[in-house]
């Protein structure tokens, strides 16, 4: 059984803080990683991908991506009240092409 | 227009109704999935099809059924219903190229 792991929170840091969530990942042949955000009721949509070891930013938000150790984070600089969601980890793990999720991190910031 | 619809969007059944979730994407990809999800448990894959004549079951497959009428359309029904079947229901839709899923904007199901 391939797993993602994500600590579920919840996480609680102050607005214009930088908010850090971390995934683990079970199989080390994984090559896509995924960073969903869903509000409450709402569906999971797209943050950020990352294929390559290393950062990638795109505003606010920059993904890591470290395959020797198994591990991809999301930091949220600058971080807004309307940041406050559950954030999904998602990777296809080798031979699938069917994603794997983790259970979420529930993000708070508080104004 | 959303590239992905779900419908009903709400639906309170009662234990032992069958109950049809029906789906269309307009992306055109061959790949359409059903998931559920429940609090504390993330998202569980309960089917998933690759074109219109390949569909496989996913994690949790039992006490449903799918069916791909076109490429577009794939619709999850519960025979049975039972409460424990109670959760949000996404539809979801791949890239192929990039690997992002598209999803529906959900099917909240509670069976009384």
């Known amino acids: 059984q391939k797993e993602v792991e994500q600590n579920s929170g919840p996480l609680s840091v102050p607005e214009g803080a930088i908010a850090s969530l971390n995934c683990t990942y079970s199989?080390?042949?994984?090559?896509?990683f995924f960073w969903y955000r869903q509000y409450s009721g709402k569906s999971p949509e797209l943050i950020m991908f990352?294929?390559?070891?290393g950062d990638k930013e795109d505003g606010r938000f920059t993904a890591q991506l470290n395959k020797a150790s198994q591990y991809v984070s999301l930091l949220i600089r600058d971080s807004q009240p309307s940041d406050s969601a559950t954030y999904l980890c998602?990777?296809?793990?080798?031979?699938?092409?069917?994603?794997?999720f983790g259970k979420g991190t529930k993000l708070t910031v508080n104004p | 227009d959303a590239d992905v619809t779900q419908t009903p969007r709400n639906r309170i059944t009662k234990t032992g109704k069958r109950i049809m979730l029906e789906c269309s994407q307009t992306?055109?990809?061959?790949?359409m999935y059903w998931y559920r999800q429940d609090p504390g448990l993330g998202l569980r894959l309960i089917y998933y099809?690759?074109?219109?004549?390949?569909?496989n079951k996913g994690e949790i497959s039992d006490g449903y059924s799918v069916s791909r009428q076109a490429q577009a359309k794939f619709s999850l029904s519960l025979e049975s219903a039972i409460p424990n079947q109670t959760a949000l229901y996404f539809c979801?839709?791949?890239?192929?190229?990039?690997?992002?899923?598209?999803f529906g904007e959900g099917s909240r199901l509670t069976v009384l």
């Open positions: 998602a990777v296809n793990p080798s031979g699938s092409e069917k994603l794997v």
């Open positions: 992306k055109g990809h061959d790949r």
């Open positions: 199989d080390r042949g994984s090559q896509s």
């Open positions: 990352i294929y390559s070891n």
């Open positions: 099809s690759f074109d219109v004549k390949d569909i």
């Open positions: 979801a839709t791949p890239d192929r190229n990039t690997g992002e899923l598209f």
